[in-house]
């Protein structure tokens, strides 16, 4: 939990704005965020005058920082950025469960749709040349036979726990929803894409359809539910970030550093 801020002010370094707080802390934090503003919280025994020292004797450690965090941003924003019902894929990476991996196509006498996920890339098998259009057929398919397993997996785990039962999963893309529940047959709907995004996502929405077999409307009750069994659901639906190369998108960056009082 953070704490509360006591007291803050602006230091300058050399042109560089740094905004200062002093809170209830042991340790000196600096945040460099994605838009290269600078922050650092400090205890509050500290005067500002020691900050300042503090500050100046890490002057070049802080601007490579800083010049790394720009340069990751701007690259980010030549990348291309997927969101629902676009498939990600672009050519040369795919991405599985939050992760960014290269995509190798092999010529192989395997049979022609196998694929393998390795630690650092996927392989993709195929027995004679493929164009783009079928290399795309390819990715949705490796997409829709990982969220099948996972997902069912998934589905048996939390049934138990919420004490209902579904009667089938289907896999297949949409364009304007993650999921949905037929409440009168049991059977669970799942989104492909799903597969691209962390598995955090992916249980909040099996969670979210296997609550509608109790409730089938979006009421407080069903909420309840939700809550009940998931009580991180807000944090969980807010993970959906567009997907780039750079792993979903760059996080703040957080050095802290222990201060000596």
Known sequence: MNSRIIRETVLSLHGLKIKLQFKLVKNITLRIKETGD?????????????VQRFLESREQWLRQKLQQVLQAQSQQ???????????????????LWGRCLPAHFLLSSKK????????????????????????C??????????????????LQAWEKKM??????????????????????????????????????CLEYIVVHE???????????????IVERYLPEWRERKKCWQP????????KTKIISIFCDK
């Open 38 to 50: 600078i922050f650092l919280t400090a205890p509050i025994g500290m005067s500002v005058r020691e």
């Open 163 to 200: 004490g209902v039962r579904h009667t089938g999963l289907k896999v297949h893309r949409m364009k304007t929803r993650w999921g949905s529940c037929n409440v009168r047959t049991g059977s669970i709907n799942l989104n492909t894409l799903l597969a691209c995004w962390p598995q955090e």
């Open 112 to 135: 022609h749709g196998t694929y393998e996920v390795q630690s650092d890339a996927v392989n993709f098998y195929y027995r004679s040349e493929l164009n783009n259009e079928a290399k």
């Open 77 to 95: 924003k030549q990348e291309p950025k997927y969101s629902m019902g676009e498939l990600p894929f672009d050519g040369q990476h795919v991405w």
């Open 243 to 250: 997907l780039s190369r750079f792993n979903i998108c760059l």
């Open 210 to 224: 296997l609550a509608h077999l109790q409730e089938a409307n979006h009421s407080p009750r069903f909420h309840a």
């Open 137 to 154: 057929a390819f990715v949705e398919f490796f997409y829709k036979q990982e969220l099948a397993g996972r997902g069912e997996q998934l």
